[in-house]
């Protein structure tokens, strides 16, 4: 992440933009974006621990080569263009998900989620199945 703020620094990384968001800003971003309040605990968890609120983060990459991209770490194997146009089943490029306006990863994650449940993220089946979730009381 270190290199990616001196590449922007330098005017040499096209995009810089960038945002960890503190765990409220994140439950009134998902609220904003129509979230269930009954699931808000658990997209907070999985948030949480696929990008630890950041919406800047690309995965290392994975098994087969893909990476995850943004705040829900979407996958470009299915969901997301690696290419300037939008495409893949949430019709978006892999740099859009990675915007501080979390509208298209909210809707793409919806999308993943309305086929899959959370069990399309290991963040989620590894550290909220069944697990107490996040305090959103406050919030």
Same mark, same amino acid.
């Given at each position: 992440?270190?290199?990616?703020?001196?590449?922007?620094?330098?005017?040499?990384?096209?995009?810089?933009?960038?945002?960890?968001?503190?765990?409220?800003?994140?439950?009134?971003?998902?609220?904003?974006?129509?979230?269930?309040?009954?699931?808000?605990?658990?997209?907070?968890?999985?948030?949480?621990?696929?990008?630890?609120?950041?919406?800047?983060?690309?995965?290392?990459?994975?098994?087969?080569?893909?990476?995850?991209?943004?705040?829900?770490? %979407?996958? $470009?194997?299915?969901?997301?263009?690696? *290419?300037?146009?939008? /495409?893949? $089943?949430?019709?978006? *490029?892999?740099?859009?998900?990675?915007?501080?306006? %979390?509208?298209?990863?909210?809707?793409?994650?919806?999308? %993943?989620?309305?086929?899959? /449940?959370?069990?399309?993220?290991?963040?989620?089946?590894?550290?909220?199945? /069944?697990?107490?979730?996040?305090? %959103?009381?406050?919030?």
């Amino acid at each position: 992440m270190k290199w990616v703020l001196l590449l922007c620094a330098l005017g040499l990384f096209v995009y810089c933009e960038a945002k960890q968001l503190s765990r409220c800003e994140l439950v009134r971003e998902l609220r904003k974006n129509g979230f269930p309040e009954n699931k808000m605990g658990d997209w907070v968890c999985l948030v949480e621990n696929e990008s630890s609120r950041r919406t800047d983060i690309v995965s290392r990459p994975n098994s087969d080569g893909s990476r995850d991209y943004g705040l829900f770490q %979407i996958n $470009d194997r299915y969901w997301c263009s690696t *290419t300037s146009q939008p /495409g893949k $089943d949430c019709n978006v *490029t892999c740099k859009q998900l990675l915007s501080d306006n %979390i509208s298209k990863s909210a809707a793409c994650a919806k999308k %993943i989620y309305q086929r899959h /449940g959370f069990d399309a993220w290991y963040g989620w089946k590894n550290n909220c199945r /069944g697990k107490p979730l996040p305090d %959103i009381s406050s919030c």
